[in-house]
């Protein structure tokens, strides 16, 4: 069974702190993706990784970088957190195959910052 | 930038009752995926069609895409308090299994 997990479900951070976010699959998969939720926003796309060390930006990159030293691994990082960063962030990953694309989406981690 | 946009954003039903969500996007796509989302959790990918598909069925669900009028529609049958969630389509456009969101519609399905 596909499998992606988040760090935390919930995150209680103050402004200015440096923020970790960490996201696993364990369906070697090549490509991941973080993502922020907002009410009346739908889905956004930070980050997007496809392949190790290697990254691209989404739709919202600004306040947010991404490090993916191991496959399985792709984590966001908030350099100085914002209030304007809480949120609900969402990673996701897929194979790297034609007719593969199907996201898989971990449970989310509901991050408010003070 | 949004590429697929859900109508309409909040629907209510009872139990037993059909439900249709309509997607429409913007520029040309590979295929269309509806997904589901529980409150507060994560997304579940519930179908995938092709841009040469025009429908496509799985279990209580049916989809279908005109490429023409671009645009998507899910109909859920038989609709339970259960499949209560919101709802997005996703549209996927190059190989870079990138995909765009739209904004969900919120399905309440009444016992």
Redesign the interface.
């Known amino acids: 069974d596909v499998k992606v997990t988040q760090s935390s479900r919930y995150l209680v951070k103050r402004t200015g702190e440096k923020v970790f976010l960490e996201c696993v699959q364990d369906m070697d998969h090549e490509n991941m993706f973080w993502y922020r939720q907002d009410p009346g926003l739908g889905l956004r796309l930070i980050y997007f990784s496809y392949d190790v060390k290697m990254k691209e930006k989404g739709d919202i990159p600004e306040g947010y970088s991404v490090s993916r030293e191991k496959k399985e691994r792709f984590s966001l990082i908030l350099e100085s957190a914002s209030t304007n960063q809480t949120s609900m962030y969402l990673c996701a990953s897929t194979a790297a195959l034609a007719g593969k694309d199907t996201q898989y989406f971990g449970p989310g981690t509901r991050l408010t910052v003070l | 930038?949004?590429q697929g946009e859900e109508d309409p954003q909040a629907l209510s039903i009872q139990e037993g009752e059909n439900a249709t969500m309509n997607c429409s996007y913007k520029t040309s796509i590979?295929?269309l995926?509806w997904?589901r989302q529980n409150s507060?959790?994560?997304?579940?990918?519930l179908i995938?069609i092709r841009s040469n598909e025009r429908e496509k069925h799985s279990g209580r669900l049916r989809v279908t895409l005109d490429t023409s009028k671009k645009s998507s529609s899910l109909l859920i049958t038989a609709s339970r308090a259960a499949d209560t969630a919101s709802y997005?389509c996703?549209t996927?456009r190059g190989?870079?299994?990138?995909?765009?969101?739209?904004?969900?519609t919120l399905l309440t399905v009444n016992p």
């Open positions: 930038s949004q590979n295929n995926q997904y507060g959790r994560g997304l579940v990918h995938l997005f996703a996927g190989s870079n299994y990138k995909l765009t969101f739209g904004k969900g």
